[in-house]
């Protein structure tokens, strides 16, 4: 059996082809290394997000926060921009901003997992276990493989088992041994969950 393809038939044509290409790619390569290494003192800056990770990156949250301000001035509806303002306003401990601006943005994205996962993680630190499952339900319904929305589930599904168990145990006192028992063994459980969105 033949196994050549016709197109291997111009390969030699090709391999010209290829060849004057890399020529004029390592001459072209060799006038920029000059001009690089003649202007090395010049630092480059990235682009607006680039700069916004970069800061993050070293933890310098009001930096960050002042840059997304300034990009968010001129593209107010930037959706990597405002996540990372919600983001940064929880780092420096302005949670109720940073809810607000999870929950608009969930409205004007509401295809976006993180921006559902991170919105239920809020909802449920203010306790309200109910919202928080809707929003990382919908998080899952975006990215049906996104684990850490199955981790925060997880923790909200437990919140809501020692609700329910305290539910139990108010409505049928006498019976309450039992309830009164699984609710003791969650609380070491409950200590673990929720933790910062991510």
Known sequence: MNYMSRSSLHLPVSLFVAW??????LLLSVQLGVHAQSSSTVQLKGTPHDEVQKAMGQRKWPQALEQV???LQERPRDPQMRFWRARLLEQL???DEAFAVYEELAQDYPELPEV????????????????AKLAIEQALRNNPVYATAYENMGD???HQAQQAFAKSAELN????????????ALDPILQLTLSTPQ
């Open 156 to 158: 909200i599904l437990l």
């Open 116 to 131: 559902q996962n991170n919105l239920g993680v809020m909802y449920a630190s203010r306790g309200n276990w109910g919202q």
């Open 173 to 184: 006192p006498t019976g309450a041994k039992s309830v009164q028992q699984k609710m003791l």
């Open 69 to 71: 301000d300034t990009y």
């Open 20 to 25: 004057r290409s890399c020529l004029a790619i």
């Open 93 to 95: 401990g302005r949670a």
